[in-house]
């Protein structure tokens, strides 16, 4: 604890220094978290660490996240320094949509609006119409659709199905998935239920349709630690990463949380419940590159100009 401590007054006295400020995802480590909001920095779901990136004045962010949280700061403000903790944190999401076989998919359907969620390149956002975040994929889709449009959505297949469901769009689904959320079951959530009779059910829509169908809450990791605050109910159980419940207890003292079971053998599970990419941002890292200034993000300037046509699209939309 007192490495610790030493650690944290460091970071705190190089952020004021190099006046950086921490941009954090709630699935990031807890000490991450604390210090990015203490120091004036944010800690929040995709979307909004991509309007408070964009909007802070500031001309360094650091971005304890993923790649892809990295490269959304670059391309809204291009003339900022962005950094990461590790430039190799990833997604799954993204790797298993590269640029060339889902350029390859939006020409063999020219009638499609193209509809890509946040966690992709930015070569693959540079190839769509519209990006959208969990938080407000939903609202999106239903205006496109109200407008007649058939959409072509890449990568996350759950997502996509749930917004499909819910909207009634048409919509082309490219097969990706979340190796965090995937992971959840529905057969051994529903037992889960019946041991907690009174818990409510929070859950991501990256989780697989058996998941999502037994929610009480479907959202974005902001949008679920709302509703752990604002509903009337002492238990819950949450079908997210695990990183969320830091900030959960915060929001909600005194109510209790339990992440929802994943693979019925602990032993076959892959990643249970913790994003091992998010779990590469750590303090050791953060200060680093506070002290360095290396692990810099780049994006092709074409490319990222490009890109943002579809971001900027989604935050007027937002705003
Ligand atoms: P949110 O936009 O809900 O924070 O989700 C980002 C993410 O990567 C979830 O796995
Ligand atoms: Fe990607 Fe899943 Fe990790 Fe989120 S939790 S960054 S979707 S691999």
């Known amino acids: 604890p007192e490495e610790k401590i030493a650690l944290k007054n460091r970071i705190r006295a190089l952020l004021k220094e190099k006046q950086a400020v921490l941009v954090a995802h709630y699935y990031v480590d807890a000490d991450l978290q604390d210090l990015a909001e203490e120091t004036g920095g944010c800690v929040s779901d995709s979307l909004e660490m991509a309007r408070f990136g964009r909007d802070h004045a500031a001309k360094t962010l650091i971005v304890a996240g993923v790649k892809f949280m990295g490269e959304t700061a670059k391309i809204l403000s291009p003339e900022k320094t962005i950094l990461m903790p590790d430039l190799d944190a990833t997604c799954s999401l993204d790797l298993g949509c590269p640029v060339d076989e889902f350029a390859a998919f939006c020409d063999a359907h020219p009638d499609r609006t193209v509809v890509v969620y946040a966690n992709t390149s930015a070569a693959v956002k540079a190839r769509a119409d519209w990006m959208v975040t969990s938080s407000i994929g939903l609202d999106i889709v239903r205006h496109l659709h109200a407008q007649g449009k058939k959409i072509l959505w890449a990568p996350d297949k759950h ?27 529905g057969v051994e959530l529903d037992v889960m239920k019946a041991e907690y009779p009174n818990a409510k059910v929070l859950v991501h829509p990256e989780s697989p349709a058996s998941v999502v169908v037994q929610a009480d809450v479907v959202g974005s990791t902001s949008q679920l630690i709302h509703a752990a605050q604002t509903m009337d109910a002492q238990e819950f159980i949450v079908a997210t990463d695990n990183g969320i419940l830091h900030k959960m207890q915060m929001a909600a003292p005194g109510k209790r949380f339990i992440v929802a079971p994943t693979a019925g053998n602990s032993a076959t599970c892959k990643s249970c419940a913790h994003c091992p990419w998010m779990a590469m941002n750590g303090l050791r890292n953060l200060l680093h590159v506070l002290e360095n200034g290396d692990h810099e993000i780049h994006v092709d300037p074409v490319v990222g100009q490009k890109a943002r046509v579809c971001i900027d699209r989604m935050l007027d939309f937002a705003a």
Not at 170 to 181: P, R
């Open 159 to 185: 997502l996509g199905s749930y917004i499909q469901k819910e909207t009634g769009a048409d919509m082309l689904l490219w097969q990706g998935s979340c190796l965090v959320h995937d992971e959840f079951k």
